[in-house]
């Protein structure tokens, strides 16, 4: 059974912010977007989606991005 009242599983929790507004936006990006950035983009064949430089912001977008483009 689901608990509807868990912000972890609510469909309409506030965990999810916009990439602009996060304080940490313009950090490097973490060690799981790199990997998970790097697995969708060879996935989804668009290696140049990939790059080492993004912001936390950046990489977010982009992992978003191809997420909708393999229909996850």
């Known amino acids: 059974m ?3 009242n868990n912000p972890k599983v609510a469909d309409d ?3 999810r912010k916009d990439p602009d507004d ?3 936006g ?3 990006m ?3 977007q790199r990997s998970y950035l790097k697995t969708l983009s ?4 668009d290696p140049d989606s990939y790059d080492e430089t993004l912001s936390k912001a950046e990489a977010s977008r982009r992992i978003d ?3 909708e483009k393999l229909g996850l």
């Not at 060879?42 to 064949?45: L, R, V």
Request: charged content about 25%.
């Open 65 to 67: 991005a191809l997420k």
């Open 13 to 15: 929790s506030n965990t």
């Open 22 to 24: 996060w304080v940490s």
């Open 2 to 4: 689901i608990d509807d």
């Open 42 to 45: 060879e996935q989804a064949h």
């Open 30 to 32: 973490t060690g799981a």
């Open 26 to 28: 313009d950090e490097p």
